[in-house]
């Protein structure tokens, strides 16, 4: 007599890989707003929801009668990125921890949801400024901005260095072996004890 086996697909470590390969090119030259960083932060957090999705069912269907599994983990999977992020722990560990907003891991893939929704929903307005025309020594004219919309271009999310990026990757990479079973949530600062 055949026996049923359950099986759970979805697209996080594939997601995974792609930020890593992301992370790998991210080649800055000085260009601000290198189109690498963009693509990093979207597949990154594409990453982080879909391994919280994942975690959110595994706990479901490890909790709850085979025909109420899916109700329960739909209303966890109504929950907003950063709401996720919050309840994780208290799931996973069966209400022993939570996760902890104040570790460096959250802080890590809590600014990775704030970049993430900085780039998907952006809202910019246009701004109105006054410019200096100027000519160069080689007779080509262009124009100068004034300091405080340049400073615009420098506080923009994706200015972080390289290094802010691995780190928001290793965080990650964390989470995603957490709820995978490669390593115990106790033994990370994501998580702390009720």
Excluded: C
């Excluded at 963009?38 to 959110?56: H, K, M, P, V």
């Excluded at 570790?103 to 910019?124: C, F, G």
């Amino acid at each position: 007599m055949p026996q049923k086996m359950s099986f759970l697909f979805n697209s996080a470590q594939g997601l995974k890989l792609a930020a890593n390969y992301l992370l790998d090119h991210m080649e800055d030259e000085g260009f601000k707003r290198n189109p690498v960083k963009y693509s990093f932060i979207l597949t990154a957090a594409a990453t982080l929801e879909s391994t919280l999705n994942d975690g959110i069912v595994s706990w479901a269907y490890n909790t709850f009668p085979r025909d109420d599994y899916k109700r329960h983990a739909s209303a966890f999977l109504a929950i907003n990125l950063r709401g996720k992020l919050d309840v994780i722990g208290f799931l996973i560990s069966k209400s022993t921890h939570i996760t902890d907003n104040s570790s460096q891991t959250y802080q890590d893939l809590s600014n990775l949801v704030k970049l993430r929704n900085e780039v998907a929903h952006s809202k910019d307005f246009f701004t109105e400024v006054d410019i200096e025309m100027v000519t160069d020594e080689e007779g080509n004219e262009g124009f100068l901005l004034p300091p405080e919309f340049e400073r615009k271009f420098t506080n923009s999310p994706l200015i972080p260095s390289n290094e802010e990026y691995l780190k928001t990757y290793k965080s990650l990479e964390l989470l995603y072996n957490v709820l995978n079973n490669e390593a115990n949530y106790i033994d990370v600062d994501l998580f702390k004890a009720v």
